[in-house]
């Protein structure tokens, strides 16, 4: 049995449970056998088992049995407070879900993934590891150049990964689809005990830090885009204030780097920064010199 038919029926159980409630181990083999996970061939109670610790080790989440012999898991809320089990479940859930809808690809529609996820395993490597890689690097319009940096963490955003490493100079960000090789050495760093990735890019949106100043932003949003605010914050520090006749106010405290200015532009449709004055000059420069190019 391959890796990937393994992590199949590990997925398939964790979702089963978390959507159908309890379930005996004879109405999980019904359904096991009717949705055809392993070609149609009934679940064991052995097989079943060994899932259900491996499911543990990986998702962090435990497959109980209570008093009349129903399985369900009993720490559900433990994937709410770890973003990576999470969004591991959520990756594989849609990689096996597309795995099996081969038929109907051309009604499926994704985004371009940038090349640069290959070096992933290395870099993870490294970080666990805490060893230096030495990064072949070329950044748009330069020479490529080879250092080695110490890799702190990884971040996914817009579809891109990002490098946090420390290149002995400062703490910087590198693109994975701008990296050109990634190599392991011999050489080992010493993480300090008390940084934290998540606090590092907190106060930020995006990738970017630059140490722009914090600022307490506050947009008006109207329409359908304040049911979007809703449901996608901009920000974990985003706030509904008051709301009024079709619009709704939020604040959020951040630093206005490039990324978050993109990101307002955007929605720039539906929403208008109201403070601090100097964002809202800002927005209004970048669009007045848009117009200028474009009259």
């Known amino acids: ?36 996970v392993a070609d149609g061939n009934p679940l064991p109670r052995s097989s079943f088992n060994k899932y259900r610790t491996a499911i543990i080790d990986m998702f962090g989440l435990r497959i109980e049995c209570d008093k009349c012999h129903r399985y369900y898991i009993s720490n559900p809320g433990n994937l709410n407070g770890d973003r990576l089990k999470q969004w591991m479940l959520s990756t594989l859930t849609t990689g096996l879900t597309l795995s099996s809808s081969t038929a109907i ?17 290395v870099i993870l490597q490294a970080i666990r590891e805490a060893r230096t890689i030495s990064m072949g690097y070329q950044k748009f319009g330069f020479e490529p150049y080879t250092k080695p940096v110490d890799p702190y963490a990884v971040k996914l955003f817009h579809q891109r990964w990002y490098l946090l490493a420390d290149n002995r100079e400062r703490m910087s960000i590198y693109a994975l689809d701008r990296m050109r090789s990634a190599t392991l050495t011999e ?4 993480r300090p005990a008390d940084f934290s990735p998540e606090a590092y890019f907190a106060e930020y949106f995006g990738v970017i830090t630059d140490g722009t100043p914090m600022e307490h932003v506050v947009v008006r949003a109207y329409g359908k885009m304040a049911s979007l605010l809703r449901t996608l914050p ?12 079709g619009y709704t106010d939020f604040s959020i405290d951040i630093r206005p ?36 190019r474009n009259p």
């Not at 992590?7 to 398939?12: A, E, I, L, R, S």
Request: hydrophobic residues 40%; charged residues 25%; negative net charge.
């Open 1 to 36: 049995m391959t890796n990937g038919q393994v992590f199949k029926h590990y997925v398939w159980i964790v979702n089963t449970l978390r959507h159908g409630g309890r379930l005996t181990l004879n109405d999980l083999n019904e359904r096991w056998v009717n949705d055809e």
């Open 105 to 121: 690809r051309d009604s499926i529609i994704l985004e371009h993934v940038p090349a640069g996820y290959e070096f992933l395993p």
């Open 187 to 190: 050489e080992r760093f010493v």
């Open 234 to 245: 901009l920000h974990a520090t985003q706030r509904e204030l008051k709301g009024g006749d």
């Open 257 to 292: 780097t490039v990324d978050f200015v993109s990101e307002l532009l955007s929605k720039i449709d539906g929403l208008d920064v109201l403070e601090p004055a100097s964002l809202k000059a800002r927005i209004r420069g970048i669009m007045e010199a848009a117009l200028a």
